[in-house]
């Protein structure tokens, strides 16, 4: 029997603002030694009183409209319940009767797996809501230590609707949710530093069935990688159990990425189990539509913009793709509007230059070796007139005098490739690389070589 899998997610993105959610400690914590960027607010001590952090309300409705979510002006905090060690409080402060915004969309675009057909897919957005992190439980052999240094640190939730049919999209989908918010500034996003988390929801049905299967949640992956493990293992483990006849249990399950399987933690909460009221300590949050417009306009380019844009430029789109790979697609999308008549493959072979660079490629038609040259030398910090004057080249007969210098040195080499082996050639070809130390044209070599080989 085939089955078909439905997947929603719910993304934590913790916010770069400054200071807190709701007090004035330094928001970084990175490096410090646990326990010591806390105040007694965030403690959880009594008698202390939040102060909402303004610019991540900004920055929260910004991403909320990225994401073509209708805006609520007016929002409010209520208190989330639960006991655990990490949370001093007994209580999170999150957003639950009025998020930030609801019933949003993405589309996406990416390059499939034979690395020429563009695809797409569209998510649907749930909503986006505000909250404090927790802290940080660090298990050792003998005892569980707890870190507060992270407790009060400013989040987004962002729910998906169950629109996500593979693994594979679900990775897609966190990578162009972590190039988003970084090109809009508001997040660092980096996965390994638990700055961007993701919770999975999975269940499977019988392919033509409509009502879903049981849902199991994921939690706390906190890798691309590990998002699509542990969504393909928990896929499988779900049609093993119904195949046997079965029932699947509705539970969270964590990922053991040791052994690459999934385990079972607890049976799932709803959310009437977390007693959510509202803050009593804090007013709510009114927006205006002119603030939000103003927020709207705003905006930078958005991922989905830029790689338009690209194309545009006749730029292929395997080549957008692996742009964007290196954060190098703004630099490029930039540049080309400053002066269109740039080759678009010179920009996005040699990115993050400035335009002085590109005009210099344009007017000038240097080899690719001085260009390189230039380029290595311009990024360690010599000015582009500077490096140009520093270029060293090699006459014809010079590179002739080398290429046959180390045609003698490796004549066993030379012997294989007129026996037959010509794939040789490219060992030949790096030592005379080697030896002109980038100064001569890599396709000029490669010629020249090829024709004292033949003779």
Same mark, same amino acid.
């Given at each position: 029997m085939e089955y078909t899998s439905t997947i929603g997610l719910e993304i934590h993105t913790q916010?770069?603002?400054? $200071? +807190? =959610?709701?007090?004035?400690?330094?928001?970084?914590?990175?490096?410090?030694?646990?326990?010591?960027?806390?105040?007694? #607010?965030?403690?959880?001590?009594? !008698?202390? *009183?939040?102060?909402?952090?303004?610019?991540?309300?900004?920055?929260?409705? +910004?991403?909320?409209?990225? *994401?073509?979510?209708?805006?609520? #002006?007016? &929002?409010?905090?209520?208190?989330?319940?639960?006991?655990?060690?990490?949370l001093p409080k007994g209580y999170q402060i999150s957003q639950f009767f009025f998020p930030v915004g609801e019933n949003?969309? %993405?589309l996406i675009d990416y390059l499939a797996d034979d690395k020429r057909t563009k695809k797409e897919f569209t998510v649907g957005i749930t909503r986006l809501h505000l909250e404090e992190?927790?802290?940080?439980?660090?298990?050792?052999?003998?005892?569980?230590?707890?870190?507060?240094?992270?407790?009060?640190?400013? %989040? =987004?939730?962002?729910?998906?609707?169950?629109?996500i049919t $593979?693994?594979?999209?679900?990775?897609?989908? =966190?990578?162009? %949710?972590?190039?988003?918010?970084?090109?809009?500034?508001?997040?660092?996003?980096?996965?390994?530093?638990?700055?961007?988390?993701?919770?999975?929801?999975? $269940?499977?049905?019988?392919? !033509? &069935?409509?009502?879903?299967?049981?849902?199991?949640?994921?939690?706390?992956?906190?890798?691309? +990688?590990?998002?699509?493990?542990?969504? +393909?293992?928990? /896929?499988?483990?779900?049609?093993?159990?119904l195949e046997s006849g079965g029932v699947v249990e509705q539970e969270t399950r964590g990922w053991d990425s040791k052994t690459n399987t999934s385990i079972s933690q607890r049976s799932k909460e709803g959310s009437i189990d977390y007693r959510y009221f509202p803050e009593p300590d804090l007013p709510p949050v009114v927006l205006t539509e002119a603030e939000v417009n103003s927020w709207k306009k705003d905006?930078? =380019?958005?991922?989905?913009?830029?790689?338009?844009?690209?194309?545009?430029?006749?730029?292929?789109?395997d080549r957008v793709t692996e742009l964007q790979g290196k954060d190098a697609l703004l630099g490029f999308v930039k540049l080309m509007e400053q002066d269109s008549s740039l080759d678009p493959k010179a920009v996005a072979n040699w990115p993050n230059a400035d335009l002085a660079f590109y005009q210099w490629i344009m007017k000038q038609e240097p080899t690719s070796a001085a260009i390189k040259q230039?380029?290595?030398?311009?990024?360690?910090g010599v000015k582009l007139t500077d490096a140009i004057k520093q270029i060293r080249t090699i006459s014809v007969g010079e590179l002739e005098s080398t290429i046959k210098t180390v045609l003698s040195e490796n004549a066993q080499a030379v012997a294989k490739h007129q026996a037959g082996e010509t794939k040789i /050639?490219?060992?030949? /070809?790096?030592?005379?690389m080697n030896k002109t130390k980038g100064s001569a044209d890599p396709d000029q070599i490669k010629d020249m070589v090829s024709r004292l080989l033949t003779k």
């Amino acid at each position: 029997m085939e089955y078909t899998s439905t997947i929603g997610l719910e993304i934590h993105t913790q916010l770069a603002t400054k $200071s +807190k =959610m709701f007090c004035r400690c330094n928001n970084d914590a990175e490096d410090k030694a646990p326990n010591t960027v806390v105040c007694p #607010l965030c403690m959880g001590f009594p !008698g202390t *009183l939040p102060v909402t952090n303004k610019q991540a309300v900004e920055w929260g409705t +910004k991403v909320a409209l990225a *994401l073509g979510c209708k805006i609520n #002006l007016f &929002q409010r905090f209520d208190r989330k319940n639960y006991f655990y060690p990490d949370l001093p409080k007994g209580y999170q402060i999150s957003q639950f009767f009025f998020p930030v915004g609801e019933n949003g969309k %993405l589309l996406i675009d990416y390059l499939a797996d034979d690395k020429r057909t563009k695809k797409e897919f569209t998510v649907g957005i749930t909503r986006l809501h505000l909250e404090e992190d927790a802290g940080k439980s660090i298990h050792a052999s003998n005892a569980t230590l707890v870190d507060f240094n992270r407790c009060g640190t400013p %989040l =987004m939730e962002i729910v998906t609707e169950p629109d996500i049919t $593979s693994p594979e999209e679900a990775r897609i989908f =966190m990578q162009e %949710l972590q190039r988003l918010v970084r090109l809009m500034g508001v997040s660092h996003a980096d996965m390994e530093k638990g700055h961007l988390r993701v919770d999975a929801n999975i $269940s499977v049905r019988p392919k !033509g &069935q409509k009502e879903l299967g049981t849902k199991v949640e994921v939690k706390n992956l906190n890798s691309f +990688k590990y998002l699509e493990q542990a969504l +393909k293992f928990e /896929i499988d483990r779900q049609i093993k159990i119904l195949e046997s006849g079965g029932v699947v249990e509705q539970e969270t399950r964590g990922w053991d990425s040791k052994t690459n399987t999934s385990i079972s933690q607890r049976s799932k909460e709803g959310s009437i189990d977390y007693r959510y009221f509202p803050e009593p300590d804090l007013p709510p949050v009114v927006l205006t539509e002119a603030e939000v417009n103003s927020w709207k306009k705003d905006l930078t =380019m958005l991922p989905r913009e830029l790689r338009e844009k690209s194309e545009k430029f006749k730029l292929s789109y395997d080549r957008v793709t692996e742009l964007q790979g290196k954060d190098a697609l703004l630099g490029f999308v930039k540049l080309m509007e400053q002066d269109s008549s740039l080759d678009p493959k010179a920009v996005a072979n040699w990115p993050n230059a400035d335009l002085a660079f590109y005009q210099w490629i344009m007017k000038q038609e240097p080899t690719s070796a001085a260009i390189k040259q230039v380029y290595t030398a311009i990024n360690s910090g010599v000015k582009l007139t500077d490096a140009i004057k520093q270029i060293r080249t090699i006459s014809v007969g010079e590179l002739e005098s080398t290429i046959k210098t180390v045609l003698s040195e490796n004549a066993q080499a030379v012997a294989k490739h007129q026996a037959g082996e010509t794939k040789i /050639i490219g060992f030949l /070809i790096g030592q005379v690389m080697n030896k002109t130390k980038g100064s001569a044209d890599p396709d000029q070599i490669k010629d020249m070589v090829s024709r004292l080989l033949t003779k």
